[in-house]
């Protein structure tokens, strides 16, 4: 599969948004691969990482978002389950179900419920190793911001503006894949 090639049937290729899409997720895919690399203990499949993290956010250009570009109709928080839709579509499912499940640090159904979310009522939260890997790292990267890294210190407090499950959740993935420890709050 050709993630460009699909990007491509959504996104002009002269265009802001297809510039910003992609450099984003350049960026996560190579954070995702390196930090994939570093553990070849996972056995993790690099080729689906780089494309899946290279399609995470297809669906921006659905969702109404002016600082990047994107004019669609639905709130951003619905980019996830709108290009899981498309890159469904495309006959894509695995890669899909990362385009579905990374937003935040996943989301729950209690969490969409309690939090009257306008998405799906269905677990949102990412499943295979992965998912969990691309999810972690498309954390470290703005859209709007492209000055590096964000630190783990803003990815948590941006977080938890949504409750304790992201950042727990995070704080996993940061013992997990790079060996960091956090004392939960």
Known sequence: MNPLELIG?????ESDRYRILTEHSRSVADKALAIARAHPEMQLDLAFIEEA??????????????????????????????????????GFPRHALVCERHTGAGISVEMIEGQNLPLPRR???PQSPEEQ??????????????DGEKPVARIRKGLAQYGQEGVIRFDGWCKLFLGMEHENE
Do not use: N, W
């Open 9 to 13: 049937t959504y996104y002009p290729v």
């Open 53 to 90: 993290a290279l399609l995470h956010d297809i669906g921006i250009f659905l969702c109404h978002a002016p600082a990047i570009g994107c004019y669609g109709q639905a709130e951003y928080i619905c980019h996830g389950y709108l290009g899981a839709e498309l890159v469904r579509a495309a």
């Open 123 to 125: 677990d949102m939260q």
């Open 133 to 146: 890997l691309i999810c972690f790292a498309d954390k470290f990267f703005s859209k709007t911001k492209t």
